[in-house]
């Protein structure tokens, strides 16, 4: 009984997808110079789901993030800058991102191992996911970002509904609390000292 009401409910499945335009939305579309100006700027870590078992549980031990896309288009990389709150500490990364234009994809170097995710952007531009191996079944992984550290119902639907597409539960989402953030002193910090080092380039000009 059970067999025949999981196969029932799979062959709906399509129809469910064809309906929803967050499904139809849900693949990696060529990258272009607009699709960076969109990205560029400060953005909030939500909310994820991972079945790897490294990324899923490093997603887990993230109480709060943000972070900064600083675009260079000559050489297709994006600079990233992030404030991680991890237990009880902040920790601050810089590192590059490489964009693969024509195939929808960013990457990044993880402990030598060179990572690929879909950037997968919907109709709200303040709002975006990042697909990872979305039809590997073991490994697959779906991340949602938004320029505000909380989110409105309608763009956690959007998340929420893009993570049935792929055929992952919302058991399966761990979420961030903007409210356990303690990287804003260092945040801060960062930006008085950014003045002072374009006055230092100057004064060397």
């Not at 675009?71 to 693969?100: A, M, P």
């Not at 961030?176 to 000292?193: F, I, R």
Request: glycine share 4%; charged share 25%; hydrophobic share 35%.
């Amino acid at each position: 009984m059970a067999l025949s009401w999981a196969l029932a409910a799979l062959s709906l499945l399509p129809l469910l997808d064809a309906q929803s335009p967050v499904c139809a939305n849900l693949t990696a579309t060529p990258i272009t110079n607009a699709t960076l100006e969109q990205i560029s700027g400060k953005w909030f870590y939500i909310a994820s789901a991972f079945r790897e078992p490294e990324f899923n549980q490093s997603s887990r031990t993230i109480h709060s993030a943000y972070f900064y896309f600083a675009l260079n288009h000559t050489d297709d990389t994006i600079l990233l800058t992030e404030y991680l709150t991890i237990g009880n500490r902040c920790i601050y990364n810089s590192s590059y991102l490489k964009v693969q234009q024509k195939n929808g994809t960013v990457s990044k170097d993880e402990s030598g191992k060179e990572v690929f995710a879909d950037l997968l952007l919907t109709k709200d531009p303040k709002i975006f996911m990042l697909g990872f191996s979305l039809k590997d079944e073991q490994n697959k992984g779906l991340s949602f970002y938004a320029d505000k550290p909380e989110v409105t119902e309608e763009q956690m639907r959007v998340f929420h509904e893009a993570i049935r597409c792929i055929g992952m539960q919302k058991s399966e989402i761990s979420y961030t609390d903007a409210k356990k953030d303690l990287c804003g002193p260092l945040e801060k910090e960062h930006k008085e000292e950014r003045p002072k080092e374009k006055e230092g380039d100057t004064a060397l000009g």
